[in-house]
């Protein structure tokens, strides 16, 4: 029983030793007034996550969006934990998927939604030193259910590689 717990206690310390805790996130703002659109959107997303080694590490990312056009104001609030997989690294490069679920509750107008989503979105951290990095998350392979998404409400399956899915964030080592 002794070894048993001494080696839980070496395993803990070993991966906590090679742990580090990240915080970063996201912003957008977007602005359309062509044709009297009169259309603003923006996204505030801050995350935090925990790398348990060089390739596998899980967050959530906890978020706030915002969208008006004539006639209507669209608020939300989302959370989405994942589990990131980086599958390649070269140089100051990195791959990764980050796999997960996102849960929103979104006001439009006078009507309350609560939608989801589950799925893969690919990315790309660029490292300029140990602790800085920036990052880019490119599309969405899975599920969404009365999702808000920037200035939609997003229902279907599929895979989505558009410029509108294109996010830039940072993130921060300890």
């Not at 001494?6 to 310390?13: D, M, R, S, T």
């Not at 893969?120 to 490292?127: E, F, H, N, S």
């Not at 490119?138 to 558009?162: A, H, I, W």
Request: include cysteine; charged fraction near 20%; charge should be neutral.
């Amino acid at each position: 029983m002794k070894k048993i717990v001494l080696l839980l206690l070496v395993v803990c310390a070993t991966v906590s030793m090679n742990a580090q805790v990240y915080v970063g996130g996201t912003a957008g703002f977007w602005r359309n007034d062509k044709d009297d659109a009169d259309q603003t959107a923006f996204t505030i997303a801050p995350e935090i996550g925990y790398n348990f080694n060089e390739k596998w590490a899980i967050g959530a990312e906890l978020g706030y969006k915002y969208a008006k056009e004539p006639g209507f104001k669209k608020n939300a609030v989302f959370v989405a934990p994942y589990a990131r997989y980086s599958y390649c690294e070269t140089g100051i490069v990195r791959l990764f998927l980050d796999g997960g679920v996102g849960f929103t509750s979104a006001k439009i107008a006078d009507d309350r939604t609560n939608g989801f989503e589950i799925g893969i979105k690919p990315g790309v951290a660029i490292k300029l030193n140990d602790k800085f990095s920036l990052i880019t998350k490119v599309g969405f392979l899975g599920y969404r259910d009365d999702y808000f998404m920037d200035n939609d409400v997003e229902n279907g399956f599929g895979l989505n590689l558009s410029g509108a899915d294109l996010r830039f964030g940072f993130q921060v080592n300890f």
